[in-house]
């Protein structure tokens, strides 16, 4: 048995309690993936973020929820930079690079503020039975916006995108996920992210919930960055397409008590979109997890 430091940070907000929390564990050179698997359970947060080594980057990350291991996490990746800068070991450059199984990301941090990279978006139309994917969201055909299409996407990590009609339904949201990978046939592994466009704060643009696929250990991601970056390149694709360029505000958490927001960065580029995810993040705590 061993044990290590875990730090906590609140991501996607600058208020302790509110945003999406992550635990980061500052050298996990020596652990292995158990270990690793162990201390997320133990710490069961959606996501804990491992720092390692690496021969093609400043620093690796590895990412793991409850119950299994992800390729890349926004928010998790946020807090990693937050505390390494608090306690001044971040590399002291413009672009800081950082290898994770979905590639090498680059990262910018200034003025209190992370800005990373996404993978360029992906989607896959979602061609199962709409009536069945609603009900396990709590939720029936009606709450369905159908201008819209239902769509898997991806900038790093896939998840469903289901445009909802209004925003009062997000309250009345109860997720089935046992139902999830039986609906999710051609991608059964994955999580759902309901959004729309009416919000509270009027200065957001999107308004969404994420709950996660039932092999994660987990049941709702409070503010998610990798589905707000995917989100971002859904509005510049089936929304409002045609602009050169989109600075969008991601409102998520309010149902649940942790109110956060993710700022969204959209480029047409001439071969595709260009997205980009920024935030801020609070330090709540350290505390050591057993393994």
Not at 63 to 81: D, I, K, L, R, S
Not at 129 to 156: H, N, Q
Not at 212 to 237: K, N
């Amino acid at each position: 048995m061993g044990s290590v430091a875990v730090l906590h940070w609140d991501v996607f907000s600058q208020e302790i309690d509110k945003g999406n929390p992550a635990g980061v564990v500052l050298d996990a050179e020596h652990l292995t993936d158990n270990d690793m698997q162990h201390i997320a359970k133990e710490v069961g947060f959606n996501e804990t973020s491992f720092i390692v080594s690496s021969d093609v980057a400043d620093f690796g990350v590895r990412y793991f929820t409850p119950g299994h291991e992800m390729n890349v996490c926004g928010h998790a990746t946020m807090a990693v930079c937050f505390a390494l800068q608090q306690l001044e070991q971040l590399p002291e450059k413009e672009t800081i690079t950082i290898e994770t199984k979905a590639g090498i990301l680059p990262v910018e941090m200034a003025h209190n503020v992370c800005r990373m990279q996404q993978a360029a978006p992906r989607f896959s139309p979602f061609e199962g039975e709409k009536v069945s994917l609603m009900a396990s969201i709590g939720l029936t055909i009606e709450d369905l916006d159908e201008r819209l299409p239902i769509t898997y996407g991806s900038t790093g990590i896939w998840t469903l995108l289901i445009p909802i009609r209004s925003l009062t339904a997000f309250s009345h949201m109860k997720p089935d996920q046992e139902k999830f990978p039986s609906i999710l046939t051609d991608m059964p592994r994955v999580s759902v992210h309901p959004f729309c466009v009416e919000t509270f704060d009027p200065k957001a643009d999107m308004h969404a919930r994420h709950f996660s696929s039932p092999f994660s250990g987990t049941v709702e991601d409070p503010v998610t960055g990798t589905a707000s970056g995917v989100m971002g390149a859904y509005y510049a694709r089936y929304i409002h397409p045609g602009a050169e360029a989109y600075e969008l505000v991601v409102e998520q958490g309010q149902e649940i008590g942790r109110d956060g927001r993710v700022f969204v960065h959209v480029k047409n580029a001439k071969t595709d979109l260009s997205v980009a995810i920024s935030g801020t993040a609070m330090f709540v705590k350290q505390w050591n997890s057993s393994y």
